[in-house]
Every structure is written in structure tokens, then in C-alpha cells.
């Protein structure tokens, strides 16, 4: 195991980017994914664990909370959170600290994912794609640094009474809109969607895309199919697809990423 451990999650790319940027600038870390059960929760000879997630529906993705949940970590290790988001956000740091206390904490916003609800330039503060992924890689090498100085945040985390009511709500929401996705005519059954999700929630049946109910809105099936095929209703059909580009399909399905 390395020194330094950053478990991520990431749907579309952009906590995985920034996960990839600290740790290269931290050097002697593994990035242990949580898109699926981490492969390692063990971790307790770790000098630094840190968390990079996103904010969905105003809190953690899928099962993340779960997973965190078993995650031994050593009572002397540093401990930081890193959030990413459109706007807000959340209560997905707070109820990390509540399971493994941060000493470090900060969230860097960034382009809008979740392109059935927002189209992805839907951020604060409002930039393209290319003037946020500049900003994100500002503040990772800001970040980094900090953690290398075992830097402690002075403000204290606030339990987002606001976000827990609407993430409780979020998973209903979901799958909801999870039964309106489907693949149009453009489709050429390359299996990207399949390969991509991290729930097992899309498979094939014939030359049909089916997609079951297990769906948590990461969205990658849409932001990463080739063919721009595969849409939530009509609402995604207009809007301009969006996924961090330094990450591929192949990045987000590794279980360990070290440097």
C-alpha cells in the first residue's frame, strides 16, 4: 500500500481528474474506486486518506455511504475531503466526517453532469467547460499542497439540514428518471453504456439496449456513448453532452490507480 490513499468516486470524470491531480502531485498514492465496492478497505497503513466525491441530489452517490462505512482507517492518519458540484455542496463531506473525522476539507465546483437537470455549463461561477477544468487544476495543485503540509480547515462542516431531506428523496428520483432513458437510431450497440455504468443497470438483449431500475443518475451512459444515442426522454436530446475530458471509460473502471 502506498503512503497516501484517495478512495474516489467519479460518474463522469471530473472527481476522478481531480483525485489524479492531487495524487500526482502528492506522489506515492493509490486511487482505490468506489464505483463498485473498493477492491481495499483496509487501509490503516496510510499516513493520509482522503475522499474525492461528487454531490448528488445534495449528498453522496450511490453507495458510497456504505462503502466509507468500512473503511478502516488508522485513528493517527490525516484524514481530508475534497467535494465537487455544480453549485452546492451538500451534506456529502458532513456525513463522511461523521463516519471519519477530516481534518481537511474544500470543495471545488465544476461543470453540471446531470444534464437532465441542468445542461452542463450550469455552474458557480458560470464558465465553459475549458475555463472550469483550468480552475479545477488550479485548485488541485492548491489542495495538494496543503495536504503535504498536513494543512487543518478551521471551519467546521455544517451538517446541510436542507440537502438531507432532499438527498433522502434523491434515489426515488433516480430511478424514476432512469426509466425514461432509452437508445435511439443512432445506436450502434458498441457496448460503451454497458462497460460505463456502475450499477449494471444497462445490458443488451438482441439489438436492444435495455435498462433496468438501478439507475442513480451519474449519467455516463449519456455524457460517454459516441453516438450521442442514448437520452433521458426528450429532455437530453438538445443538450450538449459533457464528460471531464482527460478521463476515459477505461480510467473510470479501474479498481486502483497508483502514482
Given at each position: 500500500m502506498k503512503e497516501n490513499v484517495i478512495f474516489c468516486y467519479s460518474g463522469t470524470g471530473n472527481c476522478l481528474d481531480m483525485a489524479k491531480n492531487i495524487a500526482k502531485r502528492l506522489g506515492n498514492t493509490d486511487i482505490i474506486m468506489m464505483r463498485k465496492y473498493p477492491a481495499v478497505t483496509d487501509v490503516r497503513e496510510a499516513k493520509r486518506v482522503g475522499f474525492v466525491v461528487p454531490c448528488y441530489g445534495g449528498g453522496l452517490p450511490g453507495y458510497v455511504e456504505r462503502y466509507i462505512r468500512d473503511i478502516k482507517?488508522?485513528?493517527?492518519a490525516y484524514t481530508f475531503g475534497i467535494g465537487q458540484c455544480a453549485a452546492y455542496k451538500g451534506e456529502g463531506l458532513s456525513k463522511i466526517?461523521?463516519?471519519?473525522?477530516?481534518?481537511?476539507?474544500?470543495?471545488?465546483?465544476?461543470?453540471?453532469?446531470?444534464?437532465?437537470?441542468?445542461?452542463?455549463?450550469?455552474?458557480?461561477?458560470?464558465?465553459?467547460?475549458?475555463?472550469?477544468?483550468?480552475?479545477?487544476?488550479?485548485?488541485?495543485?492548491?489542495?495538494?499542497k496543503d495536504i503535504k503540509n498536513n494543512a487543518t480547515t478551521r471551519k467546521k462542516l455544517s451538517k446541510a439540514i436542507i440537502n438531507k431531506a432532499e438527498h433522502a428523496a434523491w434515489p426515488k428520483i433516480a430511478r424514476k428518471k432512469g426509466q425514461t432513458l432509452k437508445a435511439n437510431d443512432n445506436c450502434i450497440m458498441c457496448g460503451t453504456c454497458a462497460k460505463v455504468c456502475p450499477t449494471g443497470n444497462i445490458r443488451y438483449a438482441g439489438k436492444a439496449v435495455v435498462f433496468s431500475d438501478k439507475c442513480i443518475s451519474c449519467c455516463a451512459c449519456v455524457q460517454y456513448c459516441p453516438q450521442e444515442a442514448i437520452n433521458f426522454g426528450k429532455i437530453t436530446e438538445k443538450?450538449?453532452?459533457?464528460?471531464?475530458?482527460?478521463?476515459?471509460?477505461?480510467?473510470?473502471?479501474?479498481?486502483?490507480?497508483?502514482?
Open positions: 482507517v488508522s485513528p493517527d466526517n461523521s463516519i471519519i473525522p477530516l481534518k481537511y476539507w474544500a470543495v471545488v465546483t465544476h461543470q453540471c453532469t446531470c444534464i437532465w437537470l441542468f445542461p452542463h455549463d450550469l455552474m458557480m461561477p458560470k464558465m465553459g467547460a475549458k475555463e472550469a477544468q483550468a480552475r479545477s487544476e488550479f485548485f488541485a495543485e492548491k489542495i495538494a443538450r450538449e453532452r459533457y464528460h471531464n475530458v482527460n478521463i476515459t471509460v477505461d480510467d473510470l473502471n479501474q479498481e486502483i490507480i497508483s502514482f
